[in-house]
């Protein structure tokens, strides 16, 4: 539990100094719960449980959203294709979820985006029937989904859809190919910045008491007998050799809420002789980001596509168009984007683009990985999107599938099974706990402008920052008011200012220089240079919070580097392959050092995740 003394915002800083007090608890302390995985369902579930007031603490072997959750297509939605597909528990979950971050839990990270459902034309006279059957059955659907909402959406949070006629659509998205287009229906969801809503999950579990420690990787599990007492746990920002880096951490209960890395969990079982009654499989996503004005519109368009549907989604002066859907058996830690791809993507959105896109026209590319519950399908976009909890042992539960938008339920699900076991402990809470920078934030930005006056600051910028912290900006104000150069904008990003790094090295967990420019801000992708202009500025930044010397920067530069290089090669190779060889041909900076030994050329030795 945190000192009623210190406000939460304070109590909720991932600093330098709070990393080191939270090692020193992981190996003194004994926890009710110990969260293993950093991402949204991990970060969800450990805030779940420090709620309810159990002692508890969260390790992730990477950074806050390293994996699946940095990489979506960034929206907060009720999955209109899973009313086609009768899933209504699913669609009335999610849906009851967007409401509440929209409006209660983080509107500060949640907010509207419009949609538009494009409707196919057809040729001549015969066609109109087939028009109008279109327009009612996709009309019908949207109609539902707000019907939904409205119904269950607890506080609905999005305007009510509405259909347009052909010259409707294209005027308020003039890139549309009118030869391809009878009219639209817009309707409206959540889109959110998906690796800021984590590790504002985190900090929140960490202002209530959480113990929350990254570059911390379980590497074993601690048993007593035929039950699990806690975990191996390595540091990987150690010291090469030293006698601290690997430790235990006690727990009367483990949640493994890895992802796509469930198998993991699995051999660890398997080295005990125990089956743990899940698969999980992995789904590529990929997308791509193309600058604002390759694409003249003023909302986003869904599209169906032969094996899934396409999303193209205004980012602030970006789009982002994605996602595929295929099967992924290679490299987990880094999924690989690769020619075919890329050219897959492009094609499916060409289809309905005045002006076709090309590979000259992108910025950036990502890639994730979805995790799914294994069936019967042959396509992973068959398989269920939604979650189970498993006890394979006593005393460590695995929390598995789902969706982003359902992380709360998923967490609240798996601490609910952890309570029962714990005794005496309260119902979940978090549906009424509004995470850090939400409390007050419709007043703050109803005042913007007098708050921007105050502090001499532009007013888009000031929004930018109400869009990114909610009212924790208030502390990057403090920052920059303390050292006006830090509201210089940042070097090859001039949309992010230099204050945002030092606050993330300070405040965010953020120990290396892709923590920044991948999931802190989201320069690595949205910049044609991938976040190589911007590295020495971040770097010098960071290294002022972090005490990097001059050989640490220059390290943190060069591995960063090879990781863009590593991405570039990828995207050019014909499959999965070989571009997942290309990725891995740069290695991962967290725990290189101690992983191997000492220091070496970041271009010359392979990843070891």
Same mark, same amino acid.
């Given at each position: 539990?945190?000192?009623?003394?210190?406000?939460?915002?304070?109590?909720? +800083?991932?600093?330098?100094?709070?990393?080191?007090?939270?090692?020193?608890?992981?190996?003194?302390?004994?926890?009710?719960?110990?969260?293993? !995985?950093?991402?949204?369902?991990?970060?969800?579930?450990?805030?779940?449980?420090?709620?309810? #007031?159990?002692?508890?603490?969260?390790?992730?072997?990477?950074?806050?959203?390293?994996?699946?959750?940095?990489?979506?297509?960034?929206?907060?939605?009720?999955?209109?294709?899973?009313?086609?597909?009768? $899933?209504?528990?699913?669609?009335?979950?999610?849906?009851?979820?967007?409401?509440?971050?929209?409006?209660?839990?983080?509107?500060?990270?949640?907010?509207?985006?419009?949609?538009?459902?494009?409707?196919?034309?057809?040729?001549?006279?015969?066609?109109?029937?087939?028009?109008?059957?279109?327009?009612?059955?996709? #009309?019908?659907?949207?109609?539902?989904?707000?019907?939904?909402?409205?119904?269950?959406?607890?506080?609905?949070?999005?305007?009510?859809?509405?259909?347009?006629?052909?010259?409707?659509?294209?005027?308020?998205?003039?890139?549309?190919?009118?030869?391809?287009?009878?009219?639209?229906?817009?309707?409206?969801?959540?889109?959110?910045?998906?690796?800021?809503?984590?590790?504002?999950?985190?900090?929140?579990?960490?202002?209530?008491?959480?113990?929350?420690?990254?570059?911390?990787?379980?590497?074993?599990?601690?048993?007593?007998?035929?039950?699990?007492?806690?975990?191996?746990? @390595?540091?990987?920002?150690?010291?090469?050799?030293?006698?601290?880096?690997?430790? $235990? &951490?006690?727990?009367?209960?483990?949640?493994?809420?890895?992802?796509?890395?469930?198998?993991?969990?699995?051999?660890?079982?398997?080295?005990?002789?125990?089956?743990?009654?899940?698969?999980?499989?992995?789904?590529?996503?990929?997308?791509?980001?193309?600058?604002?004005?390759?694409?003249?519109?003023?909302?986003?368009?869904?599209?169906?596509?032969?094996?899934?549907?396409?999303?193209?989604?205004?980012?602030?002066?970006?789009?982002?168009? !994605?996602?595929?859907?295929?099967?992924?058996?290679?490299?987990? %830690?880094?999924?690989?984007? %690769?020619?075919?791809?890329?050219?897959?993507?492009?094609?499916? &959105?060409?289809? &309905?683009?005045?002006?076709?896109?090309?590979?000259?026209?992108?910025?950036?590319?990502?890639?994730?990985?979805?995790?799914?519950?294994?069936?019967?399908?042959?396509?992973?976009?068959?398989?269920?999107?939604?979650?189970?909890?498993?006890?394979?042992?006593?005393?460590?539960?695995?929390?598995?599938?789902?969706?982003?938008?359902?992380?709360?339920?998923?967490?609240?699900?798996?601490?609910?099974?952890?309570?029962?076991?714990?005794?005496?402990?309260?119902? %979940?809470?978090?549906?009424?706990?509004?995470l850090l920078g939400a409390d007050g934030y419709a007043a703050m930005w109803r005042d913007r402008a007098d708050l921007a006056r105050r502090h001499q600051m532009p007013?888009?910028?000031?929004?930018?920052?109400?869009?990114?912290?909610?009212?924790?900006?208030?502390?990057?104000?403090?920052?920059?008011?303390?050292?006006?150069?830090?509201?210089?904008?940042?070097?090859?990003?001039?949309?992010?200012?230099?204050?945002?790094?030092?606050?993330?090295?300070?405040?965010?967990?953020?120990?290396?220089?892709?923590?920044?420019?991948?999931?802190?801000? @989201?320069?690595?992708?949205?910049?044609?240079?991938?976040?190589?202009?911007?590295?020495?500025?971040?770097?010098?930044?960071?290294?002022?919070?972090?005490?990097?010397?001059?050989?640490?920067?220059?390290?943190?530069?060069?591995?960063?580097?090879?990781?863009?290089?590593?991405?570039?090669?990828? +995207?050019?190779?014909?499959?999965?392959?070989?571009?997942?060889?290309? @990725?891995?041909?740069?290695?991962?900076?967290?725990?290189?050092?101690?992983?191997?030994?000492?220091?070496?050329?970041?271009? +010359?030795?392979?990843?070891?995740?």
């Amino acid at each position: 539990m945190r000192d009623p003394n210190v406000s939460r915002a304070l109590a909720g +800083q991932l600093s330098p100094v709070r990393r080191a007090t939270d090692l020193r608890r992981l190996r003194a302390e004994r926890f009710d719960v110990l969260v293993i !995985g950093g991402g949204v369902t991990g970060a969800g579930a450990a805030l779940d449980a420090a709620s309810r #007031g159990l002692k508890v603490a969260l390790v992730e072997a990477r950074d806050h959203a390293a994996g699946t959750s940095s990489r979506s297509s960034k929206l907060i939605h009720g999955g209109l294709r899973y009313l086609e597909q009768l $899933e209504f528990g699913l669609v009335h979950e999610a849906l009851t979820e967007r409401g509440l971050l929209a409006t209660r839990l983080a509107p500060h990270l949640v907010r509207p985006v419009p949609i538009l459902v494009p409707l196919p034309a057809g040729q001549g006279a015969r066609s109109l029937p087939a028009r109008a059957w279109r327009r009612a059955y996709y #009309g019908l659907g949207v109609a539902a989904y707000d019907t939904f909402a409205g119904l269950v959406g607890g506080g609905r949070g999005m305007p009510l859809h509405r259909h347009l006629t052909r010259e409707g659509a294209r005027r308020i998205f003039p890139s549309l190919r009118t030869d391809a287009l009878a009219g639209a229906i817009r309707y409206h969801d959540g889109q959110v910045d998906d690796a800021r809503l984590v590790v504002t999950l985190a900090r929140t579990a960490a202002s209530m008491g959480a113990t929350v420690v990254t570059s911390a990787r379980a590497v074993g599990l601690v048993r007593q007998a035929r039950e699990v007492t806690g975990v191996r746990v @390595r540091d990987l920002e150690a010291p090469p050799n030293s006698p601290d880096a690997e430790f $235990e &951490v006690r727990a009367r209960t483990v949640v493994a809420a890895t992802g796509v890395w469930s198998d993991d969990m699995s051999r660890m079982l398997n080295d005990v002789g125990l089956r743990p009654g899940i698969r999980v499989r992995a789904s590529k996503g990929v997308h791509l980001v193309v600058p604002r004005s390759a694409i003249t519109g003023e909302t986003g368009l869904i599209l169906r596509t032969p094996t899934s549907v396409l999303f193209v989604i205004p980012w602030g002066g970006h789009w982002i168009i !994605g996602t595929t859907d295929t099967d992924w058996r290679l490299d987990r %830690s880094h999924p690989a984007a %690769s020619a075919r791809d890329i050219a897959y993507l492009l094609d499916q &959105v060409n289809t &309905v683009l005045e002006r076709p896109l090309t590979t000259d026209d992108i910025e950036g590319v990502y890639a994730g990985l979805r995790p799914l519950l294994a069936g019967e399908a042959d396509s992973t976009s068959k398989l269920s999107r939604t979650h189970a909890v498993f006890e394979p042992m006593l005393g460590l539960l695995l929390v598995a599938g789902g969706k982003y938008t359902t992380y709360r339920v998923m967490a609240s699900d798996v601490i609910d099974r952890a309570a029962r076991r714990l005794g005496g402990v309260r119902p %979940s809470r978090t549906a009424d706990l509004p995470l850090l920078g939400a409390d007050g934030y419709a007043a703050m930005w109803r005042d913007r402008a007098d708050l921007a006056r105050r502090h001499q600051m532009p007013v888009g910028v000031l929004e930018h920052l109400l869009e990114r912290y909610g009212t924790l900006t208030l502390e990057l104000l403090a920052l920059i008011d303390a050292d006006p150069l830090l509201a210089s904008p940042l070097a090859g990003a001039p949309e992010y200012l230099a204050a945002e790094v030092t606050y993330a090295a300070r405040a965010e967990g953020a120990l290396h220089l892709e923590d920044v420019l991948t999931r802190r801000t @989201r320069i690595s992708f949205e910049t044609a240079h991938r976040g190589l202009d911007s590295a020495e500025h971040t770097a010098e930044l960071m290294g002022a919070v972090l005490g990097w010397d001059a050989a640490t920067r220059d390290r943190e530069v060069a591995h960063y580097r090879a990781r863009v290089l590593a991405e570039r090669q990828s +995207q050019t190779m014909p499959d999965d392959a070989t571009a997942d060889a290309a @990725r891995l041909g740069a290695p991962d900076v967290r725990g290189f050092s101690a992983d191997r030994g000492g220091d070496g050329d970041p271009a +010359q030795v392979n990843a070891g995740w």
